[in-house]
């Protein structure tokens, strides 16, 4: 299983990511605020401002501080060993 990590120590499984957005259509807070509703939203923001927000195939959202690009040069920067290429 390989790892991504979110910002502030948190870490997902690549392998479950549908989609990395970002927070500013109203379709996605739309989607958001369906979540939450549900108990599906997971807020790994640690209180500051969310700039992308992360669809799993489990249903969960996952909000991240992170931005959607920072997020997708970290899932394409996963080497084999599941590392980090510059680790």
Do not use: H, W
Not at 38 to 61: C, W
């Amino acid at each position: 299983m390989k790892l991504i990590g979110i910002g502030f120590g948190n870490l997902i499984s690549a392998e479950r990511i549908i989609a990395i957005v970002s927070p500013e259509s109203a379709p996605i807070k739309r989607m958001v605020q369906d979540a939450r509703e549900r108990g599906l939203l997971i807020d790994a923001s640690f209180g500051r401002s969310t700039k992308s927000v992360i669809t799993m195939d489990s249903g969960n959202v996952v909000l991240s501080a992170l931005s959607p690009e920072a997020l997708a040069a970290r899932c394409s920067d996963i080497n084999e060993e599941g590392g980090y290429k510059d680790e």
